[in-house]
C-alpha cells in the first residue's frame, strides 16, 4: 500500500501564500506523476498542476505564474507554492500520485485533502 499525506493548507487573504506538501510513502518502486488538483464546493475536481518524473509541469490556466509545483525524486515528495492567491482559489487540495510497485503495475493514489481557504 501508499499513502500520501498533505500538509501546508489554512487560511490566507488575497494576495498571500502558501505551500503545500506532499509525501508519498509505502511501497513504492518509483513514481511517475505527481500532482495537485482541487475541488470547490459544488463543483468538479480539477488539476491545478503536475508535474513528471523528469520534472516537465503543466498548470491549469488559471493558476499559471501563480502557482509553482515542485518535486524530491528521492524522498518522493511534491510540492505546491502559491503566490498572489485569489479568493477563488478556496478550495480542497488534493495531492496525487502514478506509482509503480514492486509487483510492477502503477495506480494512481491520492492523499485526504488539505483546505486552503482564501479570504477576500
Known amino acids: 500500500q501508499v499513502q500520501l499525506v498533505e500538509s501546508g493548507g489554512g487560511l490566507v487573504q488575497a494576495g498571500g501564500s502558501l505551500r503545500l506538501f506532499c509525501a508519498a510513502s509505502?511501497?513504492?518502486?518509483?513514481?511517475?506523476?505527481m500532482g495537485w488538483h482541487r475541488q470547490a464546493p459544488g463543483k468538479q475536481r480539477e488539476l491545478v498542476a503536475r508535474?513528471?518524473?523528469?520534472?516537465?509541469?503543466n498548470y491549469a490556466d488559471s493558476v499559471k505564474g501563480r502557482f509553482t509545483i515542485s518535486r524530491d525524486n528521492a524522498k518522493n515528495t511534491v510540492s505546491l507554492q502559491m503566490n498572489s492567491l485569489k479568493p477563488e482559489d478556496t478550495a480542497v487540495y488534493y495531492c496525487?500520485?502514478?506509482?509503480?510497485?514492486?509487483?510492477?503495475?502503477?495506480?494512481?493514489?491520492w492523499g485526504q485533502g488539505t483546505q486552503v481557504t482564501v479570504s477576500s
Open positions: 509505502g511501497s513504492i518502486a518509483s513514481i511517475n506523476d
Open positions: 508535474i513528471t518524473s523528469g520534472g516537465s509541469t
Open positions: 496525487n500520485a502514478i506509482v509503480l510497485g514492486f509487483d510492477r503495475v502503477y495506480r494512481n493514489y
